[in-house]
């Protein structure tokens, strides 16, 4: 079913200069799309025509046109930690993901690499591998392949995307609040270049491979963030006698006190605040106290404990910004 | 004698062909390429390409001629879409299009397509398969002209 006034076109000679003017009132910017039509396939067009010249309806083709689809080179590198990874001073194996996407039209090498002194942050993270994901996003250092440029570069389909670890030490000497910034690179093997530039013959399928809007590489950064913690001991000693006086005469009983601070953005584990009984004084059994909160003398379920010869109170994890306070009395000999 | 025979109709039926060919139809496809010059202003060219790739804004250019002796009534061209290419815009050529592999044409405008749900959207250029122009008038002998359309390769 043919509407054929609707659609008629103008059948006049229309003059080629005014479709190809036409053509640039039409610019549009080229939009870079992820993979397409396969590098090293074919388009081809051909049009038809049927017309009547009184002998019946008589159909004829056109030419055809082909047109070799070439290999575009598009990568794009995307951090998958959406904020600042903490980090402790002199911490190994601190783990940044990344993933990397091939957004061109064919099969593609990428070699990675990383740069970790760009500037903009606190300290250079020390990069000490680069691990390839086995498919399940998650890092485990067994079951994931250690990365070794030029030896195993990913090789990734069109629109397949690969995770990337990357593993580094932080030094030392950062200290609490301090970021260290890694940037991961992934560059097509073919080539890379400014858009538009060509690797003749060198396309999936026998094209050209052709650099895309990406630049056939591409970076993402990620961030770690020091998150230390400072601890500090104030101990006190308060004495009292039966005198009611402060004077630490035999028989006088010494209160100690030991308040741990700790201080900084992280938090401290394992923290326990251990003191010797000092000589020529007694341990005045059960007197420990945490919080104010009394703690038995055996090493049992509460946190404190009396050996003989020292107190000991496990704080556990504390973190930044909080105190604790712990109490014990001894009697002077 | 007999194969001398066939092969003498077997080199008359391409003649007959040719002569009912009376109206030429050529296609030319370029590749618009942008750039961009050092005062930041954008220039079009339009070549003639070897190979391309997915983003590449093409244009069809479809070059009739009626070199016959007789009118050609009912003048129809018709060129369904490649498909690694996607349908943009045909000027202001206003051809009918199909969006359903050539069952029914329209304008782009009064087409429509099914959704899951039942309800229909408007077409849009993304789904046009075939790309038709129907002229009302006859292509006078010696008449000739062009037409084109625009599409992006996927």
Known sequence: MMKAPVGGAKHQLLPSCSIFALLAAFALPMQAEAAGTRAGSTISNTASASFD????????????????????????????????????????????TFSVTNN??????????????????????VV?????????????????????????????????????FVLATTP???????????????????????????????????????????????QDAGAFVVAAATVTLVKSAVVSNSLGTTDPIPGAVITYTIVATVAGSGSVSGLAVTDNIPVDTSYVPGSITLGGIGLSDAADADAGDYNGTRINVGLGTVAGGQTRTVTFRTRIN | MRTALFLLLAAMIP?????????????NVFVERVTTDAQGKQKILLEEPKVVVPGDRLVFVLSYRNAGAQPADKFVITNPMPSAVQFADAGDTRPLVSVDGGKQWGLLSDLSIPMNDGARRAAQPADVTHVRWAFAKPIPVGGAGKLMFRGVVK
């Open chain 1, 172 to 218: 030392g000497t950062v200290v609490d609040g301090n970021r260290g910034i890694v940037s991961l690179v992934a560059a097509a093997k073919t080539g890379t270049g400014a858009p538009g530039y060509s690797f003749a013959g060198q396309g999936e399928g026998g094209g050209d491979a052709v650099v895309g809007s990406t630049g056939a590489d591409g």
């Open chain 1, 104 to 125: 061109g039209n064919g099969v593609e090498a990428f070699g990675l690499t990383t740069i970790a002194n760009a500037g903009g942050d606190n300290y250079d993270p």
């Open chain 2, 15 to 27: 003649g007959q062909a040719l002569a009912a060919n009376q109206v030429a139809l050529d296609n």
């Open chain 1, 128 to 164: 000490t591998q680069i691990y390839l994901d086995n498919g399940d996003g998650i890092f485990d250092a067994s079951t994931d392949t250690l990365y070794t440029a030029g030896a195993n570069d990913p090789s990734l389909n069109p629109d397949q995307s690969i995770t990337v």
């Open chain 1, 53 to 96: 010249t009184g002998g019946g309806t008589t159909t004829v083709d056109s030419n055809r046109v082909d047109l070799l689809v070439d290999e575009l080179l598009d990568v794009t590198v995307d951090s998958s930690n959406p904020a600042d990874v903490p980090t402790t001073p002199g911490a190994t194996g601190q783990l940044l």
